[in-house]
C-alpha cells in the first residue's frame, strides 16, 4: 500500500494534482486508515498513469473519466476526435506564431511578405519614413478587405515603380508630408506640390484607364475601405481634402480609388 506522497511520486505527478483528482472525481479516494492516513493499492497506481498519459496528450481533464470508462471502439472515436481537435489548435497556434515574428520584425499590422518588400522598395527610391507610414496603414486597410487580392496587385505595384513618375509622386507626397500649413512660405510650396502630385496622379491613371489596367484592378463595387482610406489621410494630414478635389477637377472621383467622373461625357 503507498500513500499519497509515494503514489504521486510513482506515477509522476505532483501530491497537488492526486488531490486535485480526487476533488473533481476522476481518481477515488480511499478511505482513512486507523492512523488516519490514506492508502493507495496497485488500482489506484494504474489509474492514475492512465490519467496522466491521457493528460499529458491533451485530453481535457472533463473527457477523461468518459475515456476510462469507454469500450475498445469507443475509445479509439474519442481518441481521433481529439487527435482532430488538438491538430486544428496546432494549426491555430502555428499560424499565431508566424504573426508573432511578424511582430516581432515590426511588421504591426501582419502584413504579406510582397507587401513588406514593396514598403522597402519604397525606401530604396528615396520615400521617407512618414510617408512609407502611411502607406503601410493603407495597405493594413486593404488587406483586411482583401487579403488574397494584395498578392495579385504586388507585381503590378512594383512594375509602377520602374516609371520615373511614380517615383517623382512619392517623392512629392513625402515632402509634403513634411511641410507646415501654417508657415507661409511653405503654405505656397504645399500649393504647388498639391497641383504637381495631382497631375502627375491624373496622367498616370488615365493612362491606366486608356489600357484598361484600371478595370484589372478593381476588387469590386465595396466603397468602404476606399472611403477609410481617404479618412486615413485626412487624420494624417489637414490638406489631403485638397488633393481628392483637385483630382475631381481631373476628372477622378479620389486619389485612392481611381475611378473616372463623366465617363460618358
Do not use: C
Given at each position: ?5 509515494q503514489l ?12 486535485h ?7 477515488p479516494e480511499?478511505?482513512?486508515?486507523a492512523?488516519?492516513?490514506r ?5 489506484a497506481v ?7 498519459t491521457?493528460?499529458?496528450a491533451?485530453v481535457p481533464?472533463s473527457e477523461?473519466?468518459?475515456l ?12 481521433q ?7 486544428d ?9 508566424k504573426?508573432?515574428a ?7 499590422g ?11 522598395r519604397l525606401?530604396e527610391?528615396?520615400t ?16 483586411a ?14 512594375a509602377?515603380?520602374?516609371d520615373?513618375?511614380?517615383?517623382r509622386?512619392?517623392l512629392?507626397?513625402?515632402?509634403l508630408l ?17 497641383q ?6 491624373a ?5 491606366a484607364?486608356?489600357s484598361?489596367e484600371?478595370?484589372?484592378q478593381d ?14 489621410a485626412?487624420?494624417a494630414?489637414?490638406e489631403?481634402y ?8 481631373r476628372?477622378?472621383t ?5 475611378e473616372?467622373l463623366?465617363?460618358?461625357?
Amino acid at each position: 500500500m503507498l500513500t499519497i506522497g509515494q503514489l504521486a511520486s510513482y506515477a509522476g505527478v505532483t501530491v497537488r494534482a492526486v488531490r486535485h483528482y480526487h476533488q473533481i472525481g476522476l481518481l477515488p479516494e480511499p478511505e482513512r486508515d486507523a492512523s488516519g492516513y490514506r492508502q493507495y493499492g496497485a488500482t489506484a497506481v494504474v489509474s492514475l498513469l492512465k490519467i496522466r498519459t491521457l493528460a499529458d496528450a491533451g485530453v481535457p481533464l472533463s473527457e477523461i473519466t468518459t475515456l476510462l470508462e469507454a469500450g475498445e471502439d469507443a475509445f479509439t472515436a474519442a481518441i481521433q476526435r481529439i487527435d482532430t481537435r488538438l491538430s486544428d489548435e496546432i494549426t491555430r497556434l502555428e499560424t499565431s506564431r508566424k504573426q508573432i515574428a511578424q511582430l516581432a520584425a515590426g511588421n504591426s499590422g501582419a502584413l504579406a511578405p510582397e507587401v513588406l518588400a514593396y514598403l522597402d522598395r519604397l525606401r530604396e527610391i528615396g520615400t521617407s519614413e512618414k510617408m512609407i507610414a502611411a502607406e503601410r496603414d493603407g495597405w493594413i486597410l486593404i488587406s483586411a478587405r482583401w487579403p488574397d487580392k494584395v498578392r495579385e496587385w504586388m507585381p503590378y505595384k512594383f512594375a509602377q515603380l520602374e516609371d520615373p513618375r511614380m517615383v517623382r509622386l512619392y517623392l512629392v507626397l513625402s515632402e509634403l508630408l513634411e511641410l507646415d500649413p501654417d508657415s507661409g512660405p511653405e503654405s505656397d510650396l504645399i500649393d504647388v506640390r498639391l497641383q504637381e502630385a495631382a497631375d502627375i496622379m491624373a496622367t498616370l491613371s488615365d493612362e491606366a484607364y486608356a489600357s484598361g489596367e484600371l478595370a484589372s484592378q478593381d476588387p469590386s463595387n465595396d466603397d468602404l475601405p476606399f472611403d477609410l482610406l481617404d479618412a486615413l489621410a485626412d487624420e494624417a494630414h489637414p490638406e489631403a481634402y485638397r488633393m481628392r478635389n483637385l483630382m475631381r477637377e481631373r476628372g477622378w472621383t479620389s486619389w485612392t480609388r481611381q475611378e473616372k467622373l463623366n465617363v460618358d461625357m
